[in-house]
């Protein structure tokens, strides 16, 4: 025990006097960053995509579309996150010449990704939504995009909450992955004083520990926003 | 007011509506009675586009619903529609409910107008600003609240309400777009049986102030009510018509008969 105590005590040393601090908490914004705004990113391409997806087929214009967007679903659930982030920040960025921070890449490769993801979530949350909804808004004179923005998007969205909580805990625990890009994450921040106190249990056991904390205020979160949105389900 | 000249319609290799001609004039009240699968809730789903035609037209005040170019969204603000199911908006209060489609609607209007305003100065209109439009939509929901006796539901979600409530609610929610006709499909069909009367009392008024009507419905005794007119469907075509007289009480067809000594 006397042993554990010493190791903490190191840690601590580098936490607090070798600025390992800066970089833990470097490392946790990125994270959430990233996760974050993945996650928003991830929402709106999402739900384009998804309505996309339930648009009615017998006209061309859907049609093509709905095929370009399963394209990309099946691309962006078909490869490995690392894949995507490596062959965006090697591959597609030097190709056409633009320069980003490696923090603005994951950004945007967590954004596209979840995109995927999360249009499949929407397009079920969608057509679990009675037809009769959009019926109504038609017949007072909503467009078919009014309605489906309004009325039944929002719906959609409160039925697939639980689902969007544990994509978001998903996009959260990926993020350990931005490391190969360079960029700094709670692992890079952890391996740091792990690295200048030659001691890493206790930096991988706080991490550890961090991600958990994480994890679970994310899902009380979603819990209350559920218990929130199922007010206009009161009495049902 | 309504013609619909050789209306086709199939569902696949369904044929479901075998070509009906039908003139609505204004003011009237045409009840549509017929047996399960004959086609009325198509049919009457086809007279606002809810269901494209497969083949026919759907003359709307001379503009005919069917032809795609048409703006069906503007040409519904002034075809109400009351469903079986209510589909009252989930989402949003009953304020919401009757609020939302005048507001969204008047916005667009209102740029429309602007812009031709702006190409042609004279053009003298007046011009509502978004807080204006919404007050007079809140102000004009909470007076048909009043008028059905839910005033004090305005702020509830549908999920608190009855279904004879939701209907009631539902029947102002498509008054409030000030529509020149209204459609309703069984709209007590989906109600407990005590529900049904609060219900018709507000059809009945409604019929009462003149609103052209087309109600499909089982309650033969409403139907002889408030009908100008009676249809009776039968396989996709309008077997028979008449006034609510010469249908119940001296059917012509064999199918109308057996119809009437079923439901009567
Ligand atoms: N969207 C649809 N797709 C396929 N078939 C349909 C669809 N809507 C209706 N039908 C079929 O069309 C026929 C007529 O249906 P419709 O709902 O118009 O009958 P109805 O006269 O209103 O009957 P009810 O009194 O039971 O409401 C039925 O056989 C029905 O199964
Ligand atoms: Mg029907």
Redesign the pocket.
């Given at each position: 025990m006397g042993n554990f105590s010493r190791k903490v005590e190191r840690f601590l040393e580098v936490f607090i006097n070798a600025g390992g601090y800066v970089r833990v908490l470097e490392g946790l914004k990125n994270t959430l960053l990233i996760a974050v705004l993945g996650l928003v990113i991830g929402l709106a391409i999402g739900t384009l995509i998804a309505t996309v997806r339930v648009l009615p087929k017998y006209k061309r214009l859907p049609r093509v579309l709905n095929g370009f967007c399963s394209f990309y679903v099946e691309l962006f659930r078909g490869t490995p996150m690392v894949v995507q982030l490596l062959v965006f920040y090697y591959v597609l960025l030097p190709l056409i010449g633009v320069k980003m921070t490696s923090v603005a890449v994951s950004v945007v490769v967590f954004g596209l990704n979840s995109a995927a993801y999360i249009s499949e979530i929407m397009r079920s949350g969608i057509q679990s939504v009675d037809p009769g909804q959009m019926e109504g808004g038609r017949s007072v004179g909503l467009s078919y995009a009014n309605t489906m923005l309004r009325i039944v998007i929002p719906q959609a969205i409160k039925n697939i909450l639980p689902t969007l909580g544990n994509e978001f805990i998903a996009l959260i625990k990926e993020t350990s992955v931005v490391s190969f890009v360079g960029a700094t994450d709670l692992y890079v921040a952890f391996n740091y004083i792990g690295s200048n106190s030659y001691e890493f249990m206790v930096p991988y056991l706080v991490m550890a520990i961090l991600y958990i904390l994480m994890v679970l205020i994310i899902s009380l979160l979603v819990k209350w926003m559920e218990r929130s949105l199922r007010k206009s389900d009161r009495g049902r | 007011m309504i013609e619909v000249v050789n209306l086709t319609k199939s569902f696949g290799d369904l044929q479901v509506l075998k070509g009906i001609d039908l003139t609505i004039e204004q003011g009237e009240k045409v009840v549509v009675i017929g047996p399960?699968g004959s086609g009325?809730?198509t049919m009457l789903r086809c007279l606002n586009c809810m269901e494209d035609p497969t083949s026919g037209q759907i003359l709307y005040h001379g503009v005919n619903l069917a032809d795609m170019h048409v703006d069906i969204n503007e040409q519904r603000e002034k075809i109400g529609m009351v469903f079986?199911h209510f589909n009252l908006f989930n989402n949003k209060t009953v304020l919401e409910n009757i609020m939302l489609a005048p507001v969204v609607t008047q916005k667009k209007h209102m740029k429309k107008l602007r812009r031709q305003q702006k190409q042609n100065k004279s053009a003298d209109v007046e011009i509502l600003t978004n807080a204006q439009i919404k007050a007079r939509a809140k102000e004009n929901a909470l007076s048909l609240l009043e008028r059905i006796g839910l005033a004090d539901k305005a702020d509830a979600y549908p999920s608190q309400l009855s279904g004879g409530q939701k209907q009631r609610v539902a029947i102002v929610r498509s008054l409030a777009m000030h529509p020149d006709v209204m459609l309703f499909?069984?709209p007590t069909s989906a109600l407990d049986p005590e529900m049904v009367g609060e219900v018709l009392e507000v059809i009945r008024d409604l019929a009462k102030s003149g609103m052209t009507m087309v109600i499909?419905t089982h309650e033969m005794g409403f139907a002889r009510e408030v009908a100008d007119r009676v249809l009776f469907m039968d396989e996709g075509i309008i077997l028979e018509q008449g006034t609510p007289q010469e249908i119940f009480e001296n059917p012509q067809h064999p199918r109308l008969q057996e119809f009437l000594s079923k439901v009567l």
């Open positions: - | 399960s009325k809730s079986q499909d069984e499909v």
